[in-house]
């Protein structure tokens, strides 16, 4: 069967334009469309941060490949100053003479290279393939199928666009767990292969807490996480030596799992091969019918601060002493699926109390293009930006999805500064805040304990856990419009204590109409032991007491 299927010239990249129409597009038009396309819309949210990292692996070397490899800082600002100002890509062909290149690299099926697969690849054990439903996240079990959106007849096939991008995503986020051996495979134990231990299992995002900068259109989201070098080392990002994507590699790819000590730059990065793939056509070729899936090359997590740009980090003294390490490693910070990423933003914007920068370098890049004051001609200003965070998390030793993360704040681009007093502001806040709805989940308690509930356990910690969920998502909406509003024309102190004060009245009012929607009654007292009597009045009071010390009201 001869090539099918180039990504390169074939549409499949799924866009959303400013006038708010969906088409799927090649990755040519990608790059030509970018300034009228808002963002990529794929089968799950989480594709769109797969797709980007490609985008921009594309760009380091088809700009390193025109510009060379070697380039000071001097020249890589001028060189991002040179496609910002421009406000598009490719007046210079760049790109196109980059994708015209290694064209042939691009193709979905192909009897010797095909994109992000190991061609011939074949499982050991006798089965010819899996279900292409493998590959798909938000495919459960058969067992479950009864509670799941998608139906079962849809899993035969995928056309070659979803199969694109099902296969880059795969790349990024598989689950671990246990994997059929394929030809070639020499850590098989007892007929299978096992996730290697010590070591990234998932797929590499899966392993970090991703985060990029969203600009208004495609071209702006794609230069500002375009980082050309890191300001916390001399490490290069740009032309970072023997930084390369699989598709530019002479050598044929592997069929065997690969420890891998380091990550050799960004592009590799975004570009990591964490699984030996091969996808299976029908006879006719006009669909995919199932894949041979097994891990691939293997990366530990810890210390990748001068590589992965897209997520924030974190000393952790417990993987030194499991890893036996003579200094404490750095280690990504991960997503929470349970909180808002506004309750995350201190890793992701703050300095550690330590003093060492570990925010993203993607924060940092954004702050650096600020002080060279790359950013501040008025027909090119960046102002307002938001913070996307996106990723999986996994269940059952992460042999398995368990919910998908997606979330982005809008904030202004003086937050991607260090020295921006508003950010220890906005932290604190939020931080206060969580000690101020813990204050109004106690306060529930003891009207459950007035009511006869044991105050530990049963009705009386449910409904703490119904409330302090409720408050959460009433405070979201307020967060954001303040987050996003905290301008650096606003006065840090009063726009603050406005912020603590609509939070207050907010979790008084939540307080109030739980007190009056409940069966407590007004005179009731309960012993409860450790907390004494416990009655309606001494409940409101240590609420109060509590909630003003919490916000700092007086």
């Given amino acids: 069967m001869g090539p099918i299927w180039n990504l390169v010239d074939d549409s499949w990249l799924p866009c959303v334009y400013e006038d708010g129409h969906y088409r799927e597009i090649p990755l040519r038009e990608l790059f030509h469309d970018a300034p009228r396309i808002r963002s990529f819309s794929g089968d799950i949210p989480q594709q769109s941060v797969t797709l980007l990292r490609l985008v921009l692996a594309i760009m380091y070397r088809a700009y390193a490949l025109r510009y060379g490899e070697d380039l000071d800082r001097r020249d890589l600002r001028e060189l991002w100053d040179y496609v910002w100002k421009r406000g598009r890509f490719d007046e210079d062909g760049t790109i196109d003479e980059y994708l015209d290149r290694f064209h042939d690299r691009f193709y979905l099926i192909h009897s010797d290279r095909p994109f992000y697969q190991v061609p011939g690849l074949t499982y050991a054990t006798g089965k010819d393939m899996d279900s292409v439903g493998e590959m798909v996240a938000d495919v459960p079990k058969p067992e479950k199928f009864l509670f799941s959106m998608r139906s079962s007849k849809s899993l035969d096939h995928l056309d070659f666009a979803q199969a694109s991008r099902w296969l880059i995503f795969l790349q990024a986020f598989d689950t671990a767990g246990i994997k059929s051996p394929v030809e070639g495979n020499t850590h098989i134990n007892k007929g299978k292969v096992y996730a290697p231990k010590g070591a990234v299992g998932t797929g590499w995002l899966g392993a970090i807490g991703t985060v990029n900068v969203e600009g208004e259109n495609m071209f702006r989201t794609l230069m500002t996480n375009w980082c050309l070098y890191d300001t916390n080392s001399d490490a290069r990002l740009f032309g970072a030596p023997g930084d390369l994507p699989p598709w530019e590699s002479d050598e044929p790819p592997t069929t065997d799992l690969t420890m891998r000590t380091s990550i050799t ?144 704040v809008t904030l202004d681009t003086a937050f991607f500064r260090k020295d921006y007093p508003a950010i220890r502001t906005m932290t604190k806040i939020v931080s206060d805040t969580d000690d101020a709805v813990r204050a109004l989940a106690n306060y529930v308690q003891n009207l459950r304990a007035v009511a006869g509930d044991k105050s530990s356990g049963g009705v009386a910690q449910s409904a703490a856990e119904q409330v302090r969920e409720e408050t959460y998502g009433r405070l979201d909406m307020l967060f954001r419009d303040r987050i996003a509003g905290f301008t650096p024309d606003k006065d840090v102190e009063s726009y603050g204590n406005a912020w603590r004060d609509e939070i207050h009245a907010t979790l008084v009012g939540i307080g109030h109409a739980y007190l009056s929607d409940t069966d407590v009654s007004m005179f009731g007292e309960r012993d409860t032991g450790r907390m004494g009597t416990m009655s309606v009045a001494r409940a409101r009071q240590l609420f109060y007491g509590a909630l003003r010390k919490a916000l700092k009201r007086q």
């Fill in 265 to 408: 730059g960004p592009v590799n990065a975004m570009t990591l091969q964490s699984r030996r793939v091969r996808l299976v056509p029908d006879d006719d070729g006009t669909c995919i019918i199932g894949l041979v899936n097994c891990y691939g090359d293997i990366v530990t997590a810890s210390d990748t601060d001068d590589v992965e740009t897209m997520t924030a980090w974190r000393s952790s003294p417990q993987q030194q002493q499991k890893l036996g390490l003579s200094t404490i490693p750095l280690m990504p910070v991960t997503h929470n699926a349970s909180r808002a990423l506004w309750r995350g933003l201190a890793s992701i914007l703050e300095i550690a109390d330590d003093g060492v920068d570990r925010r993203p370098t993607v924060v940092r890049w954004v702050e650096e293009l600020q002080d060279e004051e790359i950013l501040k001609e008025d027909e090119h200003v960046l102002s307002l930006v938001s913070i996307h965070a996106q990723g999986m998390t996994y269940g059952t030793q992460s042999s398995v999805y368990e919910t998908g993360i997606d979330d982005a």
